[in-house]
């Protein structure tokens, strides 16, 4: 006999443990199945080298989670807290530097060094930026209308999006254009001269994404990392949870359990389960048979509509958007546990602005496109790009006293490298990162105690995340707000009644943001008052009828 819930939640991500916590906190039956033996998919910490090192292992930092959802779900009594981050620190083989911190008079200084140009272009461009942020950024948390469909109900959703962009003037309209289509060089090249900031900013612009700076629509990638806030105001801040990005997940699942959520690991979903065109459950891997009316599934679209289902059930040009769903990925993740903590030869000493802050491995725009052109031509990257950064300089529970952890996040290898493990190309190129690591930083290599290498086939097979795309598919034009992730279900709906989506696959993901997780159960209550008002009016017409 099947095992009966309200919902099933298909995936123990941050995303699937929101929606959870909201699901339980409304009083419903809720249960969560994830297949790994631990919750958090790509926002978890682990101890591959043992108890005394613990690792963020895929993300590592986090700007993007509501405070309303911090709030609402007590976080903060479940563990939760954030170390702010330091700034960026950018080290160069010559011997120089090129620091951003807050201080905007510091700032200003600190890019100087390099041009006089620059330094006098920075405010404008932080306020462009910020500026832009702003409108973005409500844009991000909203549930986005059904643009195109004509149906009163989409059209009224429609012009509500409208109402809100009338805050825009002609420039801003303009700037947002520009800012969706054009290419990150574009915008960078425009403003600075010097090779430090241009190499800095142009991090920032292919984090993530399958692009180099002189792609067109990678500008936008800027924008989004300067959508964020930690809760005190400050847009585009970051910073580091305790215990590593597992803090997050733990404390939400800790959140969700308070409310009477159940939480399944090492529980693989291998069906979800359909009557008629409507979900009524899933089965596991291992034959056990759970039934509940609404289904959520968190994983890669194409694990949940190509595998989980059966495309017969789904609309044709559904699976076609889903088939062509781009996901893909350079990104190498390298995991170190360290002796002691690296010396920058541009600036000695312990510095809790450097050590603590996002210490970036690019010298010029050029450099980081020139990486971007090598992997595109099917090789791994001479030179890759790093953005590193040291947790335990604030978090003492993540390594033993005077040692520390570090996560160096690298781009790119060849996107084709989700297929096979390329362990021995792995190996040349995380040793070509030290390298680059070690003209800075001498000594560095030998501080290393151990490392893990996460690859696009590691974030594939073992993560759950096809391509390794670490939004859960490219944030391009193409595939964002009413196209994220097939036309007509960006509403986190899905052709099938009764089974939402609320992975990083649909707006307002791609990031640690808990958007879907929180979105879905509003689309989830929504529904289900309606369904109970139409079933009230169906038997309160068929009383009178029988009155008569
Ligand atoms: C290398 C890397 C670095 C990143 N850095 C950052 C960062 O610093 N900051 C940030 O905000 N974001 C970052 N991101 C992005 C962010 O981590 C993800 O967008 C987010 O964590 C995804 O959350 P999710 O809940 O939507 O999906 P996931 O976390 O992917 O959760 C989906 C879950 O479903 C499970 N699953 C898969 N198949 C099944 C099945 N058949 N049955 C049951 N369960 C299944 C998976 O195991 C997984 O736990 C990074 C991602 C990566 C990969």
Redesign the pocket.
């Known amino acids: 006999m099947a095992q009966q819930y309200d919902v099933v939640i298909?995936?123990?991500?941050?995303?699937?443990?929101v929606a959870a916590a909201y699901l339980a906190r409304e009083g419903l039956r809720t249960l969560v199945?994830?297949?790994?033996h631990i919750?958090?998919?790509?926002?978890v910490s682990e101890q591959p080298f043992g108890p005394d090192f613990t690792l963020t292992s895929?993300?590592?930092?986090?700007?993007?989670l509501p405070p309303a959802l911090v709030k609402d779900l007590d976080l903060v009594r479940h563990g939760y807290h954030i170390y702010p981050q330091g700034p960026y620190f950018a080290p160069r083989t010559d011997g120089s530097y090129l620091q951003l911190p807050d201080d905007k008079r510091a700032r200003r200084e600190q890019i100087a060094k390099f041009s006089a140009k620059d330094a006098d272009a920075i405010e404008h461009w932080d306020e462009w930026m910020e500026g832009l942020g702003t409108v973005l950024g409500p844009l991000v948390t909203e549930i986005p209308p059904k643009v195109g469909s004509k149906k009163p109900i989409d059209l009224a959703k429609q012009a509500w999006l409208l109402r809100k962009l009338t805050g825009i003037d002609e420039r801003k309209a303009v700037d947002l254009t520009r800012l969706l289509t054009s290419s990150a060089a574009d915008l960078i090249e425009d403003t600075f001269e010097s090779d430090a900031m241009r190499g800095v900013l142009s991090v920032s612009a292919v984090i993530?994404s399958w692009a180099g700076p002189r792609t067109p629509g990678t500008a936008y990638v800027i924008a989004h990392h300067h959508i964020g806030d930690l809760g005190d105001g400050r847009i585009g801040a970051w910073g580091f949870p305790r215990g590593g990005?597992g803090g997050v997940t733990q404390a939400l699942a800790s959140a969700a359990r308070s409310f009477g959520a159940e939480i399944r690991t090492e529980?693989?979903?291998?069906r979800i389960t359909t009557k008629n065109g409507s979900a009524t459950g899933v089965i596991l891997e291992d034959g056990t048979e759970i039934s509940a009316s609404t289904v959520i599934t968190?994983?890669?679209p194409q694990?949940s509509f190509l595998?989980?289902l059966d495309s017969a059930d789904l609309p044709a040009d559904f699976v076609d958007d889903i088939r062509r769903y781009k996901s893909r990925s350079g990104?190498v993740?390298i995991n170190v546990a360290l002796d002691r903590l690296p010396e920058f030869t541009s600036k000695p000493g312990f510095d809790a602005q450097v050590h603590g802050g996002t210490i970036v491995l690019s010298e010029s725009l050029d450099e980081v496109e020139a990486s971007f052109q090598e992997a595109a031509a099917g090789k791994p990257s001479t030179l890759p790009f790093a953005d590193i950064c040291i947790p335990s300089v604030f978090d003492p529970t993540l390594a033993p006293e005077g040692k520390h952890v570090m996560s160096m996040?690298t781009q790119w290898v060849p996107h084709t490298w989700n297929e096979e493990p390329h362990l021995d190309e792995l190996e040349a190129y995380a040793d070509r990162l030290f390298a680059r690591m070690e003209a800075v930083a001498p000594g560095f290599t030998s501080s290393v105690l151990h490392r893990q290498i996460?690859s696009p086939y590691d974030?594939e097979h073992e993560?759950?995340?096809i391509g390794?795309n670490?939004?859960?598919g490219e944030l391009t034009m193409g595939q964002m707000f009413h196209a994220r992730p097939a036309a007509g279900y960006a509403d986190l709906r899905t052709p099938i009644a009764g089974l939402y989506q609320?992975?990083?696959?649909t707006h307002g993901?791609?990031?640690?943001?808990g958007v879907?997780?929180r979105n879905v159960v509003h689309q989830i209550l929504g529904d289900r008052k309606r369904s109970q008002w139409r079933d009230r009016a169906r038997i309160g017409a068929r009383e009178s009828k029988a009155n008569r």
Do not use: C, D, Q
Request: hydrophobic residues 40%; positive net charge.
């Open positions: 298909v995936g123990g991500g941050h995303n699937g443990l199945l994830e297949r790994r919750v958090g998919g790509a926002a895929l993300s590592y930092v986090v700007s993007w993530g990005m529980a693989p979903v291998a968190t994983t890669h694990i595998r989980l990104t993740k996040f996460l974030i993560y759950g995340i390794g670490i939004f859960h609320a992975g990083s696959a993901g791609g990031g640690v943001t879907p997780g």
